[in-house]
Protein backbone atom coordinates (compact mmCIF):
# COMPACT_ATOMS: atom_id res chain seq x y z
CA UNK A 1 0.00 0.00 0.00
CA UNK A 2 1.46 3.58 -0.80
CA UNK A 3 0.22 4.77 2.61
CA UNK A 4 -1.57 7.96 3.29
CA UNK A 5 -1.24 10.58 0.08
CA UNK A 6 -1.22 14.03 0.51
CA UNK A 7 -1.16 16.88 -2.21
CA UNK A 8 0.34 19.43 -2.86
CA UNK A 9 3.52 19.04 -0.35
CA UNK A 10 4.04 22.61 -0.13
CA UNK A 11 1.46 25.29 -1.22
CA UNK A 12 1.75 29.33 -1.24
CA UNK A 13 -0.46 31.34 -1.64
CA UNK A 14 -1.71 35.26 -1.12
CA UNK A 15 -4.15 36.45 1.75
CA UNK A 16 -7.48 36.52 0.63
CA UNK A 17 -6.82 33.40 -1.63
CA UNK A 18 -8.78 29.87 -1.66
CA UNK A 19 -6.79 26.90 -0.43
CA UNK A 20 -7.81 23.39 -1.14
CA UNK A 21 -6.17 20.59 0.80
CA UNK A 22 -6.14 16.78 -1.11
CA UNK A 23 -5.61 13.45 1.19
CA UNK A 24 -6.57 9.91 0.16
CA UNK A 25 -6.17 7.36 3.08
CA UNK A 26 -5.02 3.86 3.04
CA UNK A 27 -7.71 1.43 1.51
CA UNK A 28 -9.43 0.06 4.23
CA UNK A 29 -9.39 2.56 6.81
CA UNK A 30 -12.18 3.80 8.26
CA UNK A 31 -11.11 6.78 10.33
CA UNK A 32 -9.62 9.93 8.52
CA UNK A 33 -8.12 12.65 10.60
CA UNK A 34 -6.97 16.68 9.31
CA UNK A 35 -4.61 18.06 11.88
CA UNK A 36 -2.52 21.33 12.35
CA UNK A 37 0.78 21.17 13.20
CA UNK A 38 2.60 24.78 14.23
CA UNK A 39 5.74 25.45 17.04
CA UNK A 40 3.42 27.76 18.85
CA UNK A 41 0.17 25.49 18.98
CA UNK A 42 1.73 21.71 18.10
CA UNK A 43 -0.52 19.54 16.55
CA UNK A 44 -3.73 20.22 16.67
CA UNK A 45 -6.95 17.94 15.77
CA UNK A 46 -9.06 19.76 13.10
CA UNK A 47 -11.95 17.68 12.11
CA UNK A 48 -12.24 13.74 12.11
CA UNK A 49 -14.70 11.47 9.99
CA UNK A 50 -15.62 8.00 10.37
CA UNK A 51 -17.29 5.99 7.47
CA UNK A 52 -16.83 9.05 5.78
CA UNK A 53 -18.93 11.04 8.21
CA UNK A 54 -17.86 14.25 9.71
CA UNK A 55 -17.60 13.05 13.82
CA UNK A 56 -15.67 16.17 15.53
CA UNK A 57 -15.07 19.60 14.07
CA UNK A 58 -15.27 21.38 16.99
CA UNK A 59 -10.87 21.98 16.13
CA UNK A 60 -11.59 23.49 12.98
CA UNK A 61 -10.60 27.49 13.74
CA UNK A 62 -13.39 29.05 12.56
CA UNK A 63 -15.91 29.20 8.93
CA UNK A 64 -13.38 29.98 7.18
CA UNK A 65 -12.40 26.31 7.48
CA UNK A 66 -14.89 23.85 5.94
CA UNK A 67 -13.59 19.24 5.08
CA UNK A 68 -15.47 17.04 2.91
CA UNK A 69 -15.25 13.58 2.51
CA UNK A 70 -17.43 12.70 -0.40
CA UNK A 71 -16.17 8.86 -0.66
CA UNK A 72 -14.30 6.52 1.55
CA UNK A 73 -10.35 7.34 -0.98
CA UNK A 74 -10.89 11.11 -0.97
CA UNK A 75 -11.05 14.02 1.49
CA UNK A 76 -10.36 17.93 1.53
CA UNK A 77 -9.77 20.78 3.17
CA UNK A 78 -10.57 23.95 2.21
CA UNK A 79 -9.79 27.35 3.82
CA UNK A 80 -11.43 30.54 2.12
CA UNK A 81 -10.53 33.16 2.03
CA UNK A 82 -6.68 32.11 3.47
CA UNK A 83 -5.26 33.99 6.07
CA UNK A 84 -1.04 34.58 6.86
CA UNK A 85 -2.24 32.92 10.38
CA UNK A 86 -2.78 29.55 8.57
CA UNK A 87 0.35 29.05 7.44
CA UNK A 88 1.11 25.66 8.97
CA UNK A 89 1.95 22.15 8.19
CA UNK A 90 -1.39 20.18 7.91
CA UNK A 91 -1.46 16.58 8.22
CA UNK A 92 -3.86 13.58 7.13
CA UNK A 93 -3.75 10.66 9.01
CA UNK A 94 -5.74 7.37 8.71
CA UNK A 95 -6.78 4.71 11.27
CA UNK A 96 -8.39 0.99 11.55
CA UNK A 97 -11.30 0.42 12.16
CA UNK A 98 -12.32 -0.24 16.11
CA UNK A 99 -10.61 2.81 17.38
CA UNK A 100 -7.82 2.21 19.95
CA UNK A 101 -5.47 1.82 16.40
CA UNK A 102 -2.57 3.60 15.46
CA UNK A 103 -2.57 6.58 12.89
CA UNK A 104 -0.88 6.68 9.78
CA UNK A 105 0.16 10.05 8.72
CA UNK A 106 0.54 11.18 5.42
CA UNK A 107 3.58 13.43 4.44
CA UNK A 108 1.53 16.58 5.29
CA UNK A 109 1.31 20.18 3.28
CA UNK A 110 3.18 22.78 3.94
CA UNK A 111 0.93 26.29 4.16
CA UNK A 112 2.82 29.52 3.39
CA UNK A 113 -0.16 32.37 3.12
CA UNK A 114 1.95 35.53 2.53
CA UNK B 1 -10.98 20.02 28.38
CA UNK B 2 -8.92 17.13 26.60
CA UNK B 3 -5.48 18.68 27.79
CA UNK B 4 -2.05 16.31 26.76
CA UNK B 5 0.85 17.83 28.57
CA UNK B 6 4.42 17.31 27.60
CA UNK B 7 7.75 19.82 28.96
CA UNK B 8 8.58 20.96 25.29
CA UNK B 9 12.33 20.80 26.39
CA UNK B 10 15.01 20.85 24.49
CA UNK B 11 16.44 17.80 25.92
CA UNK B 12 19.79 17.12 25.99
CA UNK B 13 21.41 13.74 26.67
CA UNK B 14 24.87 11.88 25.73
CA UNK B 15 25.09 9.02 23.90
CA UNK B 16 24.43 5.67 25.71
CA UNK B 17 22.77 7.53 28.35
CA UNK B 18 18.54 6.92 29.38
CA UNK B 19 16.54 9.41 27.75
CA UNK B 20 13.56 10.19 30.09
CA UNK B 21 10.30 11.78 28.63
CA UNK B 22 7.10 12.56 30.04
CA UNK B 23 3.16 13.31 29.83
CA UNK B 24 0.16 14.18 31.64
CA UNK B 25 -3.42 14.02 30.51
CA UNK B 26 -6.27 16.09 31.39
CA UNK B 27 -8.90 12.94 31.07
CA UNK B 28 -9.38 9.87 33.64
CA UNK B 29 -11.65 7.90 31.43
CA UNK B 30 -8.67 7.78 28.65
CA UNK B 31 -8.17 3.97 27.05
CA UNK B 32 -5.15 4.11 24.85
CA UNK B 33 -1.61 6.37 25.14
CA UNK B 34 1.11 6.37 22.90
CA UNK B 35 4.37 7.36 21.67
CA UNK B 36 4.98 8.86 17.88
CA UNK B 37 9.02 10.40 16.94
CA UNK B 38 8.92 13.05 14.39
CA UNK B 39 12.13 13.91 12.66
CA UNK B 40 12.24 17.57 11.32
CA UNK B 41 10.50 17.99 8.14
CA UNK B 42 8.64 14.41 8.43
CA UNK B 43 5.48 13.64 9.48
CA UNK B 44 4.84 11.23 13.07
CA UNK B 45 5.11 7.87 12.87
CA UNK B 46 4.27 5.66 15.73
CA UNK B 47 7.21 3.63 18.46
CA UNK B 48 4.75 2.80 21.03
CA UNK B 49 1.45 2.01 22.84
CA UNK B 50 0.97 1.01 25.98
CA UNK B 51 -3.25 0.50 27.41
CA UNK B 52 -2.95 -1.02 30.99
CA UNK B 53 -1.18 0.56 34.03
CA UNK B 54 2.90 -0.64 34.54
CA UNK B 55 6.00 -0.72 32.03
CA UNK B 56 5.57 -2.87 28.26
CA UNK B 57 9.25 -2.45 26.90
CA UNK B 58 10.00 -3.13 23.14
CA UNK B 59 13.89 -2.75 22.39
CA UNK B 60 15.32 0.23 23.30
CA UNK B 61 12.09 1.76 24.62
CA UNK B 62 10.02 1.39 27.54
CA UNK B 63 7.01 3.56 28.21
CA UNK B 64 5.61 3.77 31.66
CA UNK B 65 1.43 4.13 32.30
CA UNK B 66 0.43 5.09 35.87
CA UNK B 67 -3.80 5.99 35.02
CA UNK B 68 -4.27 6.60 38.79
CA UNK B 69 -1.81 9.81 38.34
CA UNK B 70 -2.28 10.45 34.87
CA UNK B 71 0.59 10.23 33.85
CA UNK B 72 2.84 8.41 30.81
CA UNK B 73 6.20 8.40 30.13
CA UNK B 74 9.19 6.68 27.57
CA UNK B 75 12.41 5.82 28.33
CA UNK B 76 15.10 5.64 25.77
CA UNK B 77 17.82 3.44 26.95
CA UNK B 78 21.22 3.89 25.48
CA UNK B 79 20.66 6.74 23.20
CA UNK B 80 21.51 6.86 19.99
CA UNK B 81 22.17 10.13 17.60
CA UNK B 82 19.89 9.02 15.68
CA UNK B 83 16.81 8.86 18.68
CA UNK B 84 17.56 12.73 18.03
CA UNK B 85 13.92 13.53 17.16
CA UNK B 86 10.34 15.28 18.55
CA UNK B 87 8.80 12.82 20.82
CA UNK B 88 4.47 13.53 20.73
CA UNK B 89 2.78 11.64 23.76
CA UNK B 90 -1.15 11.20 21.67
CA UNK B 91 -4.02 10.15 23.70
CA UNK B 92 -7.23 8.29 22.74
CA UNK B 93 -10.23 10.06 24.33
CA UNK B 94 -13.04 7.26 24.73
CA UNK B 95 -14.10 4.43 21.54
CA UNK B 96 -14.21 6.85 18.86
CA UNK B 97 -11.00 7.35 18.17
CA UNK B 98 -10.64 11.44 19.12
CA UNK B 99 -6.50 11.34 19.01
CA UNK B 100 -5.09 14.46 21.08
CA UNK B 101 -1.09 14.97 20.96
CA UNK B 102 0.97 17.01 23.44
CA UNK B 103 2.73 19.80 22.11
CA UNK B 104 5.84 17.33 21.61
CA UNK B 105 9.55 17.25 23.31
CA UNK B 106 12.42 17.72 21.26
CA UNK B 107 15.56 15.35 22.44
CA UNK B 108 19.20 15.33 21.43
CA UNK B 109 21.72 12.87 21.74
CA UNK B 110 24.71 14.15 21.50
CA UNK B 111 27.94 11.59 20.21
Redesign the interface.
Known amino acids: DAGVIQSPRHEVTEMGQEVTLRCKPISGHD?L?W?RQTMM?????LI?F?NNVP??DSGMPEDRFSAKMPNASFSTLKIQPSEPRDSAVY?CAS?LPG?????F????TQLSVL | QKEVEQNSGPLSVPEGAIASLNCTYSDRGSQSFFWYRQYSGKSPELIMSIYSNGDKEDGRFTAQLNKASQYVSLLIRDSQPSDSATYLCAVNYGNNNDMRFGAGTRLTVKP
Open positions: YFYRGLELYNIDFSGYEKLFGSG
